[in-house]
């Protein structure tokens, strides 16, 4: 099967400027999440969707971030305007419906952002 | 909410020797434990996983250990390779979605 993708892999914007990351889980997947990295520090939990429902958006930095998921496919996360903080990679992950976060999660490859 | 601790951030070993990460977390609901192996530029893949019935699990050179009473759980890799250096992640689940510690950085020296 194939597996997470995740669009562009890298970016470099301005501070102030928008940019949209995109996510297409792996098929049958209705669990969505993202995930973020800043250098050096923890994976650390953005959003969860289920289908096209945001069930957990607990990790969400600030309301500049805007997550989507019309029709339960893929995945779009909006920075807008963009921050150097928000430099780091961002990756997405799916899973099974079944178990929800018990299951294992498949990763993408990630998004590099950076703002400079 | 759920807080993972995981030691060291570094870790060198030579080559053949074992090498051992330990985490820490604070939820007592936290009931799944995986193991993220992340290669330089490549995504995280679980490498091995435990939940909460067990407290031991093998998979070849690799075992994870879990003790719920002390909150701890551990991963051991043994015979280690040069294809072993990457980033580790432990991560526990409970009743908030899969939180990450900060990752241990291996390095295996032929």
């Known amino acids: 099967e194939a597996g997470v993708t995740q669009f562009p892999s890298h970016s470099v914007i301005e501070k102030g400027q928008t940019v949209t990351l995109r996510c297409d889980p792996i098929?049958?997947?209705?669990?969505l999440y993202w995930y973020r990295r800043v250098m050096g520090k923890e994976i650390k939990f953005l959003l969860h969707?289920?289908?096209?429902?945001?069930?957990?958006e607990s990790g969400m930095p600030n309301n500049r971030f805007l997550a989507e998921r019309t029709g339960g496919t893929y995945s779009t996360l909006k920075v807008q305007p963009a921050e150097l903080e928000d430099s780091g990679v961002y990756f997405c992950?799916?899973?099974?419906?079944?178990?929800?976060?018990?299951?294992?999660?498949?990763f993408g490859n990630g998004t590099r952002l950076t703002v400079t | 909410g759920e807080n993972v601790e995981q030691h060291p951030s570094t870790l060198s070993v030579q080559e053949g020797d074992s090498a051992v990460i330990k985490c820490t977390y604070s939820?007592?609901?936290?009931?799944?434990f995986p193991w993220y192996k992340q290669e330089l530029g490549k995504r995280p893949q679980l490498i091995i996983d435990?939940?909460?019935?067990?407290g031991e699990k093998k998979d070849q050179r690799i075992a994870v250990t879990l003790n719920k009473t002390a909150k701890h759980f551990s991963l051991h890799i043994t015979e280690t390779q040069p294809e072993d250096s990457a980033v580790y992640f432990c991560?526990?689940?409970?009743?908030?979605?899969?939180?990450f510690g900060k990752g241990t950085r291996l390095s295996v020296i032929a």
């Open positions: 992950a799916s899973s099974r419906r079944t178990g929800g976060s018990r299951t294992p999660l498949h």
């Open positions: 098929s049958g997947h209705d669990n």
């Open positions: 969707f289920v289908k096209e429902s945001k069930q957990d």
């Open positions: 939820d007592s609901a936290s009931n799944y």
């Open positions: 435990i939940r909460s019935n067990v």
């Open positions: 991560a526990s689940v409970g009743n908030t979605p899969l939180v």
